[in-house]
């Protein structure tokens, strides 16, 4: 019998376009999923990835904020709202899934910025160097796919940062300040990780968000793009790919007219091809497929709609995965309507159809 490949080598043929013994099964649950989960009957603390026999991907974080002070607000049974080191005040849900509601913000303007921007230098604690050299190794020895989190770009900036309305606005009136913004924080990605790097903890690919769309549109221009945010991402493959690894960009949306201009920025893998947005995963693979790995493809709205979801799997599975060049998952998170017995259906006929003979 064949030993099964590891996760890092799996990866390592998809990005390279190659066949492997399976395609990568990745998925992302929510919290909630996780809970209803527990409840009926994954052993709590347990490894839910290697409970259902999944790829596992790792990510060693940085913290690029201005590290203002993170603390907890109000805390209910249903919510907590706390403060972030990026000077946001959110709420979130405690056993809903979704995403959190942004409440205040630090930086509003150029002149709020000026005074966050000093905050934003290396130092060593943005690191949890600790966390690696405890783990660090055994990632290594169970072959897993180590991926360093960057976290600059449009999305992190509107969201996490100084909220939507500013930043769409300011992208046309004030371009220089957002321009400036998603550079210090790359600056200090790429200052943080290249000390991760010298320490001798490689990883195997940068990978960040950058949401660029929405249903059938675009946030902004493609000209926006290259002119404000394309720099920026290709700062950060030029700077990975000089080390030999790869690059993966997380934008949910309809982002076909960037699409170009991503690749020439030196984009390797795109994910999640959202399928309600209008990203269509067959004409992605019949188009870019030579030249951009594709993560995701599989339309979550139908974790709802189990026969729906395998029929779609039976449809698009089969010719993603020609090649190499596919990572399995569905378009955003697992959501908590999905039992544990479903999401193992879920996974064996994942396995079955990704499958290489």
């Known amino acids: 019998m064949t030993t099964p490949m590891t996760t890092h080598e799996r990866m390592r043929c998809m990005y390279n376009h190659q066949e492997a013994d399976c395609v990568p099964i990745i998925e ?63 709420k979130n849900w405690r056993h809903m899934s979704g995403v959190p509601e942004f409440l205040d913000f630090t930086v509003v303007d150029p002149d709020s910025w000026a005074r966050a921007k000093p905050r934003m230098t290396p130092n060593r604690n943005r690191i949890n160097w600790a966390h690696l050299e405890r783990n660090y190794a055994n990632w290594r020895r169970e072959g897993k796919w180590i991926s360093a989190g960057f976290w600059f770009g449009f999305d992190v900036t509107h969201s996490w ?39 001798g903890y490689h990883f195997d690919e940068i990978r960040w968000p950058d949401d660029m769309g929405y249903k059938q549109a675009q946030f902004f221009s493609p000209n926006v793009y290259r002119e404000i945010v394309k720099p ?30 991503i690749l020439d920025a030196g984009i390797d893998m795109l994910n999640p091809l959202e399928v309600k947005a209008g990203m269509d995963p067959l ?36 010719q993603l995965k020609v090649s190499g060049g596919y990572v399995l998952s569905s378009d955003h998170s697992v959501p908590d309507s999905v039992s544990l017995e479903e999401f193992r259906a879920f996974v064996a006929l994942a396995r079955r159809l990704g499958m290489y003979d």
């Open 28 to 90: 992302s649950p929510w919290g909630s999923t996780i809970e209803r989960w527990q409840r009926e009957g994954l052993p709590t603390g347990a490894d839910w990835e290697a409970f259902f026999g999944l790829d596992s991907l790792v990510t060693i974080g940085c913290d690029n904020s201005p590290q203002y002070p993170a603390e907890t607000l109000e805390r209910t049974e249903d919510y907590t709202i706390t403060t972030t080191p990026f000077g946001v005040t959110m």
């Open 283 to 318: 004409a992605l693979k019949e188009r870019y497929g030579d030249r951009l790995a594709l993560h995701g493809g599989l339309n979550a709205v139908l974790y709802t709609e189990h026969e729906a979801l395998w029929a779609e799997m039976e449809r698009l599975v089969p």
């Open 232 to 261: 920026a991402h290709k700062k950060a493959a030029d700077w990975a790919h000089a080390k030999g690894i790869k690059v993966a960009l997380h934008s949910c949306g309809d982002i076909n007219p960037f699409l170009p201009d």
């Open 161 to 199: 940062f100084v909220g939507t309305d500013r930043i769409l606005i300011a992208l046309l009136e004030k371009p220089e300040w957002v321009k400036d913004m998603i550079d210090t924080m790359l600056a200090l990605d790429l200052a943080m990780f290249e000390q991760v790097w010298e320490a």
